[in-house]
């Protein structure tokens, strides 16, 4: 087969200008085949669909890729009509490739810079006209590019461009030249596309299961089961109905959340300034931001002024960002490592400020429009899921398949009896078919949802929303939980504990309160190193920053309309916040002027650089300082080396101890004479001068210590990921219970490779830690895994780096027993997630929703604390902003995982009860009447799979988690068994009624409903309904997962009045009950009450049954068979760590040339 293009991404691996989550584009490495019409196969196909009366169309609905092969045929990618995409999942899909025509010359309107690439897009086509060939996916547009023979994302002719070009755009676009970019990159548009009633109601009603129920009910019509036809009818009708309202409901919303279409104000290359819809906004476009601002509809990077973002829709963080100008660098530009001056699609620009002449608005260049934005990934996340790789619904799938193999037998079996008797050709066929609609229920894949959403409306009451309910069941197999440090298992606010200034002969004494520092740099750095800014009057920012400047007691004044007055006061600097200090007490002389600083350049906190820093300006303009605050180890790393005190390791090591969060300050001198508003970063954060420290102390939330008990206790590991020092992580995690007192740390030392030295790998003990009375090495000979203590190792984000990078080996081995990483930044986090899923690990995430957004949805359970209703930063996210939320969730989705379990069970012993009912009744010549059925499918089965899965999770965890296979030896030994006693009971009723005195054989000249009433039936009729009953007793599950059957009040009083109305109708069967049900009058009431004892019998071997199988007696089939390893990686892994007398190696230099311990 022809294949020209197997990826639709270029080989530059460039970064592409918007944030799209490899997780959530599963389509960034597709595989695709190209096809063209052909005109005779097209022809014989819409043939073929008139012959089959439109069987065929509906077949190619179902396997659009049988569509193409059936009317096209391969080519090359070049010439292709239709496009065959495979996705990194395996799914496939089939996309039209679309054409449109360019305004003729408009290519040389773009700059010499892009003309090769534009040229290349059009090169084929162009003969007489200029063509763009493209295909839409998933919202995204890919165009054709010659010179890389493939079709490409529109966002690669802009995935080069630097920070430098981006400042280049700050002139704008001409009309033409805006034109030509719109049509080649679309309308600028997140389309959730809301369908017509009419076409919601055609895809649903050729969903399989109501192919299946058409099916059926044509079925039943031919065979003159009308009034059961018609009620399975209705009933379909109305759920159809449901499910277009709530469907076209879910669309709405979504358009009108996505949807954005605003007036923007945007510069002409001209210089003049324009007001145009959003809608035609395309990359390169210089967007003019009002100083009120605005709901931004693109993704921009910031150019001129700063900019207050509420980014709450898009992270869940409720904290307003500060938003700074790109410097104009030759680097190349991306909005996840320039973070911190871009401006995300469907943020809340709450004010902006500084961009033009007066203070007012501010200047931005459009990177990214329409689905590609970061607002469009997260909605595309949502309108297309990567699919869930759980195994209850990969077993369901099979389950399906193997009753359909039994209504296959049974079929045959039907067509076998039914040969022998004198019934019509018509009728053999019925008969034959009948039996599958029974065999395989159709409405299995919706009964076993009934859990799940009985469990997303019990969450919702709790304040836990959920934009992914099939996440719900996998919340019940979550294994590991991974957590934030700040904000998540400690408090969001801190409080200033105490300063210490850092000379070259040492630190000062602590000073408590930065107020008694005497004036000098470090003072003024405490109160103007950070990004606070004025809403209405009052300072916002960083709760951290809030506290520090708090703490200094100077205030915060910004600009008015006009800076001038300002900027004549700083010595002729454009100012963007002035800190005054407060007014010192009156001297003998008089009373002096407070002292004050203007801010002139701020470089926003980065979590990849772990710093952040500002450029000051002194009163009057006489000196200039620039000042950096970040980690300890990132700062001391950029100062000058005499300028840090000696002791800077051991103090920082003692404050990190006692848990507190330690910032280091330093600063710069810079010449004031110097252009200071356009310094580039990477000069004034270097050679800098050390000031001290400034220790804040971070209290653990009173919950955190909690739940990690309980999920200790349930067996669940813990892990904590953060950005904080290792040191301070150490100590929550011994506060809060990850580390128990008696405990082991072990710290994990990797260092990469460098031109003096190879890559090292060290595991080293604690400061201090010992295991009674032996050293280290000691315990190293005996193997730590056996000395019978807790060990926890504990690695910071440089060391998991070069671990990752030069240690490949022993990363499964550390990620098992790590509990604590610190100095994580946020690709990391997203990178640990996915290496603990790689050892078979459930993995959940919580977090607060900000850094943490890769991991959030990277992970299997992602929660997000916010106040937000509803986040897409996750799939879950809880109101309550504490962990507390973690154990309910695990809870709930035990819980919907036993219910689904229950549900499916229930569903395929009622087919295996009714299929087993009419394979009985078939052989002696006779069936059921239609009202039979009617009353045990409706008014039986269905209420009761409705009400089995109200009852509530269990108010404890259990150590084991329930089970998530239906394949499983339990599972399927259970329906085997319960089918054996299922056919056993109603043999026992059916012979044990033939072999009455009274008994009147069949009128074997008649066959089916005319046969009716007979005693057969009866019998049978009246045993299977008791089946019914006692099945949905027998596999509804309570303890350990869910509460007792006695909390489901409405399903225990069903059960009971089922018992007596079916009791009731064996017993004592009033006369038009008789009529309407078409039984037998059977007057002999010793053969009702035998009849009862059966129903009872089978009841009480049943349940005994299925307690026997709860408490593991099948599990002698595996004692017989040997013990089989577990599937799971990390359980093997497990085994063979606490085997070995060699792990972890203590107090040794590793490096890759070593040979690797082998554990395997």
Request: glycine share 6%.
């Amino acid at each position: 087969m022809a294949r020209l293009g197997s990826g639709v991404e270029p080989l530059s691996g460039l970064p592409s200008p918007s944030p799209r989550d490899p997780l959530l584009s599963p389509d960034s490495h597709m595989d695709v085949q190209g096809y063209k019409w052909v005109l005779w196969r097209v022809w014989l196909c819409r043939l073929a669909a008139l012959l089959s009366l439109g069987l065929l169309l509906i077949v190619f609905h179902w396997r659009p890729r049988l569509a193409v092969l059936a009317r096209c045929c391969s080519c090359p990618l070049a010439l292709a009509d239709i496009l065959l995409l495979r996705d990194s999942f395996g799914q496939q899909h089939v996309v039209e490739v679309l054409t449109e025509e360019l305004e003729e010359g408009s290519l040389e309107l773009i700059g010499q810079r892009e003309e090769a690439e534009w040229r290349d897009t059009v090169q084929l086509y162009k003969d007489e006209k200029t063509v763009l060939r493209y295909y839409m996916f998933e919202g995204l547009r890919y165009i054709w590019l010659d010179r890389k023979g493939s079709f490409c994302r529109v966002s690669v002719l802009s995935e080069d461009w630097t920070c430098k070009d981006l400042h280049s755009f700050q002139n704008g676009l001409s009309p033409l030249e805006q034109s030509m970019r719109r049509s080649v990159y679309g309308a600028n548009v997140i389309d959730v596309p809301v369908k017509s009633y009419m076409r919601l109601l055609f895809e649903e009603v050729l969903n399989p299961f109501y192919v299946f129920q058409l099916f059926s009910i044509t079925l039943w019509m031919i065979d003159m089961y009308y009034f059961y036809a018609l009620c399975i009818f209705i009933i379909s009708i109305i759920s159809i109905s449901i499910s277009l309202y709530e469907i076209r409901k879910q669309s709405v919303t979504l358009h009108n959340m996505a949807r954005l279409v605003t007036n923007v104000t945007i510069r002409r290359d001209s210089g003049a300034e324009e007001c145009v819809s959003s809608l035609d906004l395309v990359p390169g476009d210089c967007l003019i931001i009002p100083q009120e601002g605005l709901l931004l509809p693109c993704d921009a990077a910031l150019l001129e002024g700063e900019c207050l973002v509420n980014e709450s829709m898009l992270t869940g963080e409720s904290v307003p960002v500060l938003k700074t100008p790109l410097p104009a660098a030759d680097r190349m530009y991306s909005s996840d490592t320039e973070r911190r001056h871009t401006l995300f699609c469907g943020t809340e620009l709450i004010q902006a400020k500084g961009g033009r002449p007066g203070g007012s608005a501010a200047v931005a260049v459009v990177t990214s429009t329409g689905f590609f934005t970061a607002k469009g990934s997260l909605v595309s996340s949502i309108l297309y899921p990567q699919p869930i790789n759980f195994r209850f619904y990969q077993d369901a799938i099979k389950f399906l398949f193997i009753l359909g193999f039994v209504a296959l037998i049974g079929a045959v079996y039907i067509f076998v009896v039914l040969i022998r008797t004198n019934v019509t050709w018509s009728q053999l066929i019925i008969r034959s078919l009948d039996i599958v609609t029974i065999a395989v229920p159709p409405a299995l894949p919706a009964a076993i949802t009934t859990g799940t959403i009985y469990a997303q409306r019990r969450l919702k009451n709790r304040g836990v929303f959920c934009i992914s309910p099939p996440r719900i069941n996998v919340c019940g197999k979550v294994s590991l939980f991974c957590f934030d440090k700040t904000g998540t298992l400690t408090e969001k606010g801190l409080d200033v504990w105490g300063v210490m200034e850092g000379r070259p002969a040492g630190f000062s004494e602590l000073v408590p309160e930065p107020t008694l520092l005497p004036p000098g740099p470090m003072r003024t750095g405490l109160a103007c190193c950070h990004t606070v800014t004025l809403l209405r009057g009052q300072p916002i920012g960083d709760p951290l920053e809030l506290k520090m400047v708090e703490s200094t007691c100077w205030t915060l004044q910004e600009p008015e309309e006009d800076g001038d007055v300002l900027s004549r006061e700083f010595g002729g600097h454009k100012v963007l916040v002035v800190m005054r200090a407060p007014n010192p007490q009156p001297q003998v002389q008089g009373t002096s002027t407070s002292e004050a600083v203007a801010i002139v350049k701020r470089f926003p906190f980065s979590s990849a650089l772990q710093r952040m820093s500002v450029v000051t300006v002194a009163h009057g303009g006489h000196s200039a300082l620039a000042f950096i605050k970040g980690s300890p180890e990132m700062v001391a790393s950029l100062c000058l080396a005499e300028t840090v005190p000696a002791e800077f390791s051991s103090q920082l090591h003692n404050f990190s101890s006692e848990g507190l969060r330690v910032l280091a300050l330093a600063c710069k001198p810079l010449d004031v004479k110097s252009d200071l508003n356009t310094i580039e970063r990477g000069d004034i954060e270097k050679e800098v001068h050390f000031l001290g420290l400034l220790m804040m102390k971070n209290l653990v939330k009173p919950e955190s210590a909690k739940i990690i008990d309980i999920l200790k206790m349930a067996h669940i590991r813990n892990v904590m990921v953060t950005g904080d020092n290792i040191l301070t992580a150490v100590n929550v995690a011994k506060s809060c219970g990850m580390v128990e007192s008696d405990d082991k740390v072990i710290f994990v030392t990797a260092t990469p490779h460098t031109a003096q030295s190879m890559p090292t790998l060290r595991f080293s003990l604690e400061d201090g830690g010992t295991v009674d009375t032996q050293s280290p090495t000691a315990v190293n000979n005996g193997g730590l895994y056996q000395s019978g203590f807790g060990c926890h190792l504990a690695i910071n984000g440089k060391s998991f780096a070069a671990l990752c990078d030069h240690f490949p080996e022993y990363l499964p081995k550390v990620l098992m027993q790590a509990t604590i990483f610190a100095r994580m930044a946020p690709d990391q986090k997203t990178q640990l997630v996915k290496e603990l899923q790689k050892l078979n690990y459930r993995v959940g995430m919580c977090g607060d929703g900000a850094n943490d957004c890769g991991a959030l949805r990277a992970a299997d359970v992602g929660v997000s604390l916010s106040e937000a209703e509803a986040s897409v930063a996750s799939p879950f996210t809880s109101k309550t902003e504490n962990i507390s939320c973690v154990p309910l969730l695990i809870r709930e989705g035990r819980c919907s995982l036993v219910t689904s379990f229950s549900l499916f069970r229930y569903m395929a012993l009622y087919s295996l009860i009714q299929f087993c009912s009419v394979l009985i009744l078939t052989t002696v010549k006779t069936s059921m009447a239609d009202l039979q059925f009617l009353f045990c499918d409706l008014i039986l089965v269905t209420c009761l799979a409705i009400v089995m899965g109200r009852g509530g999770p269990s108010e404890e965890l259990h150590p084991c988690r329930p089970p998530a296979s239906l394949l499983a030896l339990p599972v399927f030994g259970s329906l085997f068994i319960h089918t054996c006693m299922i056919v056993l009971g109603q043999l026992a009723a059916f012979f044990i009624t033939t072999t009455q005195e009274w008994y009147i054989p069949l009128n074997s000249t008649v066959f089916g409903a005319a046969n009716l009433p007979n005693m057969e039936n009866t019998s049978v009729f009246d045993l299977s309904g008791f089946q019914y009953i006692i099945m949905a007793a027998v596999v509804t599950k309570s303890y350990p997962h869910k509460k007792p059957l006695y909390y489901n009040v409405i399903f225990l009083c069903l059960l009971c009045i089922y018992f007596s109305v079916m009791a009731w109708l064996v017993l004592y069967p009033v006369p038009f009950l008789r009529q309407y049900l078409e039984v037998y009058n059977i007057a002999d009431m010793n053969f009702k009450m035998l009849l009862v004892a059966v129903a009872a019998l089978n009841f009480l071997i049943c349940f005994v049954v299925e307690i026997l199988i709860d408490l593991g007696i099948l599990n002698c089939f595996r004692w017989l068979c040997g013990k089989r390893p577990s599937k799971k990686k990390y359980k093997r892994l497990k085994v063979l760590l606490s085997d070995s007398t060699l792990w972890p190696p203590l107090d040794q230099t590793l490096s890759p040339t070593n040979t690797a311990i082998s554990f395997s």
